[in-house]
């Protein structure tokens, strides 16, 4: 019983950590997506660069943040188990 009780505890721990994650690379995207917008806005007045520009940082920063997500996640179920 009590083993059913940390392991549901571990699981709930575990879950929310994903949320934490998944907010902070919301955040982190949004913030140096717009910042990289801004600039590029007032470096030209070509719209259509700045929109390939945002579109190309979008991707490449969500690639990043799932490479980095799973290797991190790897590495601590290689230590946990």
Do not use: H, P, W
Not at 53 to 73: H, I, K, Q
């Amino acid at each position: 019983m009590a083993l059913d009780v940390l392991k549901r505890k571990k699981e709930v721990i575990e879950s929310r950590a994903r949320i934490r994650e998944f907010i902070f690379g919301i955040q982190d995207g949004l913030i140096s997506t717009v910042g990289l917008l801004a600039g590029m806005q007032g470096a030209t007045e070509n719209n259509a660069i700045v929109i390939i520009a945002g579109l190309t940082s979008m991707l490449a920063g969500a690639l990043s943040m799932a490479a980095g997500s799973y290797l991190s996640s790897s590495a601590e179920k290689e230590i946990l188990c």
